[in-house]
């Protein structure tokens, strides 16, 4: 696509719901980047993949939180049993290879746990 | 570890003023630099780039940075800003090379007065 995709936009959920989010990035790019932003600080890194293959996952908090790419395209993060400390804004991001080409953000997904 | 300093939470400028944006950073080599720009509901946007070379570069939107080894900084300026600059600012800092992640300072706020 032309841009990186995040879906959905907004999502409310219930304190131990699972949720899963989506990220669409530019056609043909390598490298996609999940971080998590709070309010009022930048963007923390979650976890990066290479195509399908995931390089860093040293960034996710605990286990309850997991990310995928299976094609090397669409990649999704899952955050299992939600607690409140979790809501913020994800955000996803793609490069050509590598972040030596600095990032393409999506608009992100803000998570409300409640 | 990589670190990065917005030692500036929130900026106000008159329109038509020039414009410093701070940024220092810790990294044991030479650092790939960033800056982005995030607007109100939008993601973040890929600004300008430090790899190597000339410690000068130009970005969009006319603003350029200046790589200062010595102090280590990266400040961001603008010779003249519109109210359309007003924003988001972010500073990152990563190692490049595919090594995967950036690490972001918390983002400095322009307000632009008319």
């Known amino acids: 696509g032309a841009g990186v995709s995040q879906s959905p936009r907004y999502k409310v959920t219930k304190r131990g719901q699972d949720v899963a989010l989506r990220c669409d990035p530019i056609?043909?790019?390598?490298?996609l980047y999940w971080y998590r932003q709070a309010l009022g600080q930048g963007p923390e890194f979650l976890t990066y993949?290479?195509?399908?293959?995931?390089?860093?996952k040293s960034g996710l908090p605990n286990d309850r939180f997991s990310a995928e790419r299976p094609e090397g395209s669409i990649s999704t993060l899952t955050i299992q049993r939600t607690e409140q400390r979790d809501s913020a804004m994800y955000r996803c991001?793609?490069?050509?290879?590598?972040?030596?080409?600095?990032?393409?953000f999506g608009s992100g997904t803000r998570l409300t746990v409640v | 570890a990589q670190s990065v300093t917005q030692p500036d939470i929130h900026i106000t400028v008159s329109e038509g003023a020039s414009l410093e944006l701070r940024c220092n950073y810790s990294?044991?080599?030479?650092?790939?630099l960033f800056w982005y720009v995030q607007s109100p509901g939008q993601g973040l946007q890929l600004l300008l780039k430090?790899?190597?070379?000339?410690?000068l570069v130009q970005g969009i939107k006319g603003f350029e940075a200046e790589f200062k080894r010595s102090q280590s900084s990266f400040n961001l300026r603008k010779p003249s800003v519109h109210w359309s600059d007003a924003a988001e600012y972010f500073c990152?800092?990563?190692?490049?090379?595919?090594?995967?992640?950036?690490?972001f300072g918390d983002g400095t706020t322009l307000t632009v007065k008319p």
């Open positions: 430090y790899f190597s070379g000339d410690t």
């Open positions: 990152a800092v990563g190692a490049g090379t595919n090594a995967g992640k950036s690490t």
């Open positions: 056609s043909g790019h390598v490298s």
């Open positions: 991001a793609s490069s050509p290879e590598g972040e030596d080409y600095g990032y393409t």
């Open positions: 990294y044991g080599a030479t650092p790939y």
């Open positions: 993949f290479n195509y399908e293959a995931q390089q860093d």
